[in-house]
Each structure stands twice: as C-alpha cells, then as structure tokens.
C-alpha cells in the first residue's frame, strides 16, 4: 500500500517546453517558474495529490510529469 511519504512527482526539465496544462489544471501541484516552465511546489502527497499529478502527467504533451512511488526504480 502506498502511504504519502511514498510518492515521487517529479518534472523532466529536459522535456518541459511550459504548455502550462500542469499548472493550469493542478494549480495546488505545480506553478511556473520565471520562464513558464512547471516547477512541483505541493509536498503533500496524500490520494488526491496522487489523482491530480496522474492526471497532470497524462494530460503533459511532452510526457514530461513523472509519479512513481519512491520504492520504485526506473
Ligand atoms: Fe511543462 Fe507539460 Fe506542464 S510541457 S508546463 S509539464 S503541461
């Protein structure tokens, strides 16, 4: 079972070009950074963080949103 310390939600820099979906749907995640581009700002991880960031990764363009729970590698 995941708790809320398990989750990691992370943002690939690298593919991020700020479409801002993340940011615009999931305000309580994810803001912008100076140049638009999506910064992780929530370090609450309970169910819904999890549901949103889901949904936020799916709905990224680039594929740029990662959640995995922290005892998995990759
Ligand atoms: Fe970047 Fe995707 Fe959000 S491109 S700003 S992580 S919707």
């Not at 593919?15 to 992780?40: A, E, I």
Request: proline residues 3%; contains cysteine; charged residues 30%.
């Amino acid at each position: 079972m995941t708790t809320e310390h398990d989750l990691v939600i992370t943002v690939d820099r690298d593919r991020c070009v700020g479409h801002g979906r993340c940011f615009d749907l999931h305000p309580q995640l994810f803001t912008s950074d100076d140049l638009g581009f999506s910064v992780v700002k929530s370090t609450l991880h309970d169910q819904s963080t999890r549901d949103a960031a889901l949904d936020a990764s799916l709905d990224c363009p680039e594929r740029a949103i990662s959640v995995r729970d922290r005892s998995t590698r990759s």
